[in-house]
Nanobody, 122 residues
Framework: QVQLVESGGGLVQAGGSLRLSCAASGSIFSIDAMAWYRQAPGKQRELVAAISSGSSTKYGDSVKGRFTISRDNAKNTVYLQMNSLKSEDAAVYYC????????????????WGKGTLVTVSS
């Protein structure tokens, strides 16, 4: 019954910024880790950023220094602030919640969003 809804994608000029959001709905007790992945046409899905329950973060090499991942546990939401966007950042961005515990189950489950498209114009 858990659903992940992404928002914030769209068209932006190179050098601009976007802020992606992904909120989970349902009777959620806790979420272990949250992450963002992306997949561009003709390429494999790659990890963009991840954040642990203790707010420890990691980033893909191509986005270090430009993107920032954060989370709001009260809202069951993960954010991705994307600055200095480049053409190569254009992709479908997917959020991934790991170890989601609901009020009806003790064991954690993983969930994926349906993706939000980010287009970068030159």
């Amino acid at each position: 019954q858990v659903q992940l809804v992404e928002s914030g994608g769209g068209l932006v000029q190179a050098g601009g910024s976007l802020r992606l959001s992904c909120a989970a709905s349902g009777s959620i007790f806790s979420i272990d880790a949250m992450a963002w992945y992306r997949q561009a046409p003709g390429k494999q899905r790659e990890l963009v950023a991840a954040i642990s329950s203790g707010s420890s973060t990691k980033y893909g090499d191509s986005v270090k220094g430009r993107f920032t991942i954060s989370r709001d546990n009260a809202k069951n939401t993960v954010y991705l602030q994307m600055n200095s966007l480049k053409s190569e950042d254009a992709a479908v961005y997917y959020c991934n919640f790991i170890g989601v515990v609901t009020t009806t189950q003790r064991g954690g489950m993983d969930y994926w969003g349906k993706g939000t498209l980010v287009t970068v114009s030159s």
